[in-house]
């Protein structure tokens, strides 16, 4: 699949181009319909070869163009349902800011929020953790990473190609969202994205990154598996494949010593219930922790 980004007023729009048609990825700031478009005919492609038009969250500068884009297209829009609050009414909403100066700047956005109003919608597609996206011509996956809004999502393409909105920024650097709702969740989403090993991060502002930029980002933040852990998930996941408990989507979160990984008991199915590889936990005392934490333990 062959990634081409575009610049759509303040954040990427992402067009996946693959044999099966485009999607796009996020729709930009409103009035930015007809340069997505002019992008896919540039590329060889009429607007009908759109399959989808994949939104990360729904603030305006991801979701300003969808309804537009959509009517040149035909194509749904996809967004989770814990976002579909923000495109419901016109009104700008900026999170809370990082920090005490990116929340002065948001407060200060938010007045002039009238001058650009949202064209609401209501989704199409229901996005959630795990999905495949195959129904759109699309070898890729969705991960909920909520943070910054509660319904970001990233999408990981099985060449290893994430794309994670606003969840990771790459304005100056690599770095957390500006301005978020849950803190905790965006620390959390931000070291899913690294459990997923990427092999390149499109960001939804600024260039895309490697696996090496965002270690470097996350190492403050992240307990990351050590190299004898990593193995240890590989082969936990691959047992997990074996069992036929999970797809390859998900991995395992597990009752330390009464189970096994290669057990194939119902309480170890049952056990399976969540699980990314940065999940992949040992649940003692009812408590997950993170695989650093127990890596005497695996
Ligand atoms: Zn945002
Ligand atoms: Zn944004």
Same mark, same amino acid.
């Given at each position: ?12 729009? /992402?067009?996946?181009?693959?044999? !099966? ?26 607007? #009908? ?7 990360? /969250?729904? /603030? ?15 194509? &749904? ?17 900026? *999170? ?13 956005? $938010? ?5 650009? *109003?949202?064209?609401?919608?209501? &989704? ?58 849950? $803190? ?12 997923? #090993? ?22 403050? /933040? ?14 936990? !996941? #691959? ?10 989507? !998900? ?37 997950? !922790? ?9």
């Amino acid at each position: 699949m062959n990634v081409h980004t575009i610049f759509t007023g303040i954040a990427n729009t /992402h067009l996946v181009e693959s044999e !099966r048609g485009i999607v796009v990825i996020d729709a930009g700031m409103p009035r930015q319909a007809r340069r997505i478009v002019n992008a896919i005919r540039a590329l060889g492609h009429s607007p #009908q070869d759109v399959r989808l038009i994949l939104l990360t /969250h729904g /603030h305006i500068d991801h979701a300003g163009s969808a309804v537009a884009l959509k009517r040149l297209t035909d194509a &749904p829009i996809a967004l989770h349902r814990a976002d579909a609050r923000l495109t419901a009414t016109r009104d700008l909403k900026i *999170p809370p800011g990082r920090n005490a100066r990116t929340d002065g700047v948001g407060r200060t956005i $938010a007045k002039f929020g009238w001058a650009v *109003p949202l064209e609401t919608f209501t &989704p199409d597609v229901w996005l959630e953790d795990g999905q495949s996206l195959r129904d759109f011509g699309f070898a890729a996956r969705v991960v909920h990473t909520p943070g910054h809004t509660a319904g970001s999502i990233s999408v990981a393409l099985e060449d290893g190609a994430v794309f994670v909105g606003d969840a990771i920024l790459n304005l100056l650097h690599v770095s957390f969202p500006l301005f978020w709702e849950d $803190a905790a969740a965006a620390r959390e989403s931000a070291c899913r994205i690294r459990s997923l #090993q990427p092999r390149v991060c499109y960001s939804g502002h600024g260039r895309a990154f490697d696996l090496n930029a965002l270690d470097a980002f996350v190492a403050d /933040h992240c307990r990351l598996p050590s190299r004898r852990n990593r193995s240890t998930i590989k082969s936990i !996941r #691959q047992n997990c494949l074996s069992i036929g408990a999970l797809d390859s989507s !998900r991995c395992i979160s597990f009752g330390s010593k009464t189970l096994s990984p290669r057990s194939s008991s119902p309480l170890y199915r049952r056990s399976s219930l969540r699980c990314s590889s940065y999940d992949l936990s040992i649940s003692k005392n009812t408590s997950s !922790r993170r695989l650093g934490d127990t890596s005497s333990s695996i």
